[in-house]
Structures are given as C-alpha cells and as structure tokens.
C-alpha cells in the first residue's frame, strides 16, 4: 500500500515556465488537498477536491490550478511560475472531509524553486 | 475567521523532560482540532484530533492533549520526552463549513540529550 504518492521530489524551474506537480493515493480516498509550506507560515491551502470532478479554492489559490478526473489523481498545475511560488508542496488525502472527522495522509512532498 | 495560534516558535527540552506544546484557537462554536507531527524531510503524520465528548485526548506515541474552552486552548503534552521526539509539531483547525483544515505556524521541537 504506497499511500500518497508525489512526484517529482526535487524541482528547479525558470520564472515564467510551466509544470506539474502529480499526486496519486490508493486508498480511495475521497478528498485530496495541496498544502504550500514556508518557513514560519506553517501550512497553507492552496486547493482541494471533495470527489472526483469537485475541486474549490483554498486561501492562496493564486497562480495554480487543479483537476480532478479520478478518484486517484489530483495535480496541481503551475501555470507561469514565479519565483515566489518556491516551497514545498504536500498532497494531502483522506476518506471523508476533515469536519467528517477524518485525519490526512500526507505525501513526501515536492521541494520547488524557482529561479 | 477559525484560526488556531502557536505561540511558541522553538523549544527545547531535557530528554526525559515533560513537555507542553501551546495551540490557541479562534472560533465561536465547538472546534475541530488536530495535532500534526512532522519529521525532517518527511510529510506530516497526524498524532491525535478532537471533535466532541472527553477533553483529554489520547493520541500516538505516547502524546495527549487537553481541550479547554474557557482558555480556548488545545495543548498538547507528552510526560517524558525521547530524543526521537525532535520535530515540528502542528496544529490545525476545521474551517471551510468542514471542508478546510487550517494549520498554525508550528513549534520546533529540539530535545537535549
């Protein structure tokens, strides 16, 4: 059982170019979220999904979108990236919504910079 | 808005030491709470929660936290500490209607052996 999986581990992009961040659980869960970490801000929402096909917006939603086509996967896309998107990104999932009760499962995370 | 506080950015304590971890919240009615753990380089792993009914919360590893509404508080507490203990450790509170949890800063653990 890989729990939540995130790929890639390390990534240095250029101001202005685009990419991916992918996340797969195998759980079958339900929700699945993007956290952004920064030091001495702790974590912060960037998006979420309830279910496949339902995604809303987090606090800083700014600058990336999401899809939810399956259970399974749930990418964030950085659509120009600026260097104020370096962090560490974490998915997140879990079988119900947190106010159902449910704990997260985090993935590794993906450490970006951008230059 | 629903927001929970740690006011403390570091601590550092004696191996077999107690410890507290301080975590206040903001929000009218009954919150739902978390308590995060995360290793260095690693994800965060979810140590204890709170939604209703006993305030005193057993989680993993040995660590429970006591929810008290008259200091808005969820502190969360370990009575001997073990070097693997050295971590940050968060909070987190249900917002969103139920559909967000939302972090606090973090406290950085440091254990003295």
């Known amino acids: 059982n890989a729990g939540v999986t995130q790929t890639p581990k390390f990534q240095v992009l250029k101001t202005g170019q685009s990419m991916t961040l992918q996340c797969a659980q195998d759980?079958?869960?339900?929700?699945m979220s993007w956290y952004r970490q920064d030091p001495g801000m702790g974590l912060r929402l960037i998006h979420y999904?309830?279910?496949?096909?339902?995604?809303d917006q987090g606090e800083v939603p700014n600058g990336y979108n999401v899809s939810r086509s399956t259970t399974e996967d749930f990418p964030l896309r950085l659509l120009s990236a600026a260097p104020s998107q370096t962090s560490v990104y974490f998915c997140?999932?879990?079988?119900?919504?947190?106010?159902?009760?449910?704990?997260?499962?985090f993935g590794s995370g993906t450490r970006l910079t951008v230059v | 808005a629903q927001s929970v506080t740690q006011p403390d950015i570091h601590i550092t304590v004696s191996e077999g030491a107690s410890l507290e971890l301080r975590c206040n919240y903001s929000?009218?009615?009954?919150?739902?709470l978390f308590w995060y753990v995360q290793s260095p380089g690693q994800g965060l792993q979810l140590l204890l929660k709170?939604?209703?009914?006993?305030?005193l919360v057993q989680g993993i590893k040995g660590f429970e936290a006591e929810f008290k509404r008259s200091q808005s508080s969820f502190n969360l507490r370990k009575p001997s500490v073990h070097w693997s203990d050295a971590a940050e450790y968060f909070c987190?509170?249900?917002?969103?209607?139920?559909?967000?949890?939302?972090f606090g800063t973090g406290t950085q653990l440091k254990v003295e052996l």
């Open positions: 997140a999932s879990s079988y119900q919504s947190p106010g159902q009760g449910a704990g997260y499962t």
């Open positions: 759980m079958n869960h339900e929700y």
């Open positions: 999904s309830v279910g496949a096909g339902i995604t």
């Open positions: 929000y009218g009615a009954t919150p739902y």
């Open positions: 709170y939604f209703s009914g006993d305030t």
């Open positions: 987190a509170v249900v917002t969103g209607g139920g559909n967000k949890l939302t």
